[in-house]
Nanobody, 123 residues
Framework: QLKLVESGGGLVQPGGSLRLSCAAS????????IGWFRQAPGKEREAVSY????????DYADSVRGRFTISRDNAKNTVFLQMNSLKPEDTAVYYC????????????????WGQGTQVTVSS
């Protein structure tokens, strides 16, 4: 079974930065598109960013475009989400998810999920 593990969350002041990591075990991320999602208390889960299997295609939610950057290092079997200029409204549990998809960027159908990492933006 695929296993994804998120890390890098924490407490940060508004305007600060964090880098989240999504590491895979028991399988190689090569051949999988990865998405980052988040869920704040009392709100539905929302998509934050996606990256295709080779890294050529990326997409961002309007709310994070220009502040967040998604990247991947398939040699390290890890996907990253660099989050800059963080705002209190970015507070949420962040999840990464995988979907087998080579050469294109799916926006739905992510079916392998990590356990999440908490990001709290507060002064």
């Amino acid at each position: 079974q695929l296993k994804l593990v998120e890390s890098g969350g924490g407490l940060v002041q508004p305007g600060g930065s964090l880098r989240l990591s999504c590491a895979a075990s028991r399988f190689t991320l090569d051949g999988y598109a990865i998405g980052w999602f988040r869920q704040a208390p009392g709100k539905e889960r929302e998509a934050v960013s996606y990256i295709s299997s080779g890294g050529a295609f990326k997409d961002y939610a309007d709310s994070v475009r220009g502040r967040f950057t998604i990247s991947r290092d398939n040699a390290k079997n890890t996907v990253f989400l660099q989050m800059n200029s963080l705002k209190p409204e970015d507070t949420a549990v962040y999840y990464c998810a995988a979907q087998a998809a080579r050469g294109y960027l799916p926006l739905t159908g992510y079916n392998q999920w990590g356990q999440g990492t908490q990001v709290t933006v507060s002064s």
